[in-house]
C-alpha cells in the first residue's frame, strides 16, 4: 500500500502534524486501514478513493480516517493532508468528500514549493458541559476554577467529531498541561470524545491550543483541524468577538509549531473554513 506522508499546518519547512495519505482505486478493508494506520503510527491516516456516479463519471471522492487504534470520524490534519496530495496528483481544485457522516469539501492550491489546503468542516454544534463532565475533565488535569478563562466556558464542542474545550486564563498553565494517559484515554473514551482542547486566548482572534488525544492512543496532537473548526464553532455561539477569523498555534509545546487559521460565516451552525499550509515528508 502506497503511503504518502504529509505535514499539515506546517510552519514552513518545519512543524505540522504528519498524516498518512493513501490514495487507492477501492477502499482497502476496515481490518488493512486499521493494520496501516497503527504501522504507519501518525495521529491519523486518511484513505480515499474516487466515488463514480452511475455513468461511470468520477463525483468525489469516499473518505475514512483510524487512528492507530480506532477508526474516528473526522479528522481535519488528515483531510488537509488529502487536499495537499489530490492537488498534487490532479492539479489544484476543490475535491468534494464523503466522509462517515458528512458532505464536506477540500481545497488544495500550489504555489511553487508551498502547497495550501483548505477545508469545509461539517456543521458545529456546542452545549454546555455537565457537572459530571466539568469535574473529570478539571481533574484530569488538576485545574482549579481560578485556572479557568470565565469568558470560555467549559463545554461540549463540534465540527464533525466531539470535543471538549478547556479555556485557561494563563499561556504558562497552557505550556504545564500534564495529564495520566490510561485515565484520559478512560475518560475520552468513554464520553465519545476524539480530543479534548485546552486553549488560551492572546488576543480575541489569536488562540494557543493543545489537544490530548489519549482515546486515537496519541498523547496529544500538534495540530487538529476538527478541534478548531469546533473552537471556532463554539466562539460563534458565544458571540465572541472574533471578527469573522482566528488563528490558532498548536503544537509550540511540543516542539512541532503548526500553525491554523480558521474563517467564521456568521450563520450560526454552518460549517467552518479552515486552511493551513503543508509540507511532503521523505518516505
Known sequence: MNVLKIAAFS????????AGVVI?????????????ATEVGFSESVFATRIKDDGGDASGWRVRYFSPQSEVPF???ATIALGAALAMQHGDGVFPLTINHAQITVEGRRDGGVITAALQ??????AAATPEMTAAAMGLFALTPDDLDPRIPLALIHGGADHVVLALKSRARLAAMAYDFEAGRKLMTGAGLATMVLVHAETPRL???RNPFASGGVYEDPATGAATAALAGYLRDLAWPHGGAIDVVQGEDMGMLSK?????SPTAGSSIRVSGTARVMAA
Open 121 to 126: 468542516s461539517p456543521p458545529t454544534r456546542s
Open 75 to 77: 479528522c481535519g490534519h
Open 11 to 18: 510552519h514552513g519547512e518545519t512543524g505540522g502534524n504528519p
Open 260 to 264: 491554523l487559521h480558521a474563517d467564521i
Open 24 to 36: 487507492a482505486d477501492a477502499l482497502p478493508t476496515v481490518a488493512q486501514m486499521q493494520a496501516t
Open 207 to 209: 488562540f494557543h491550543t
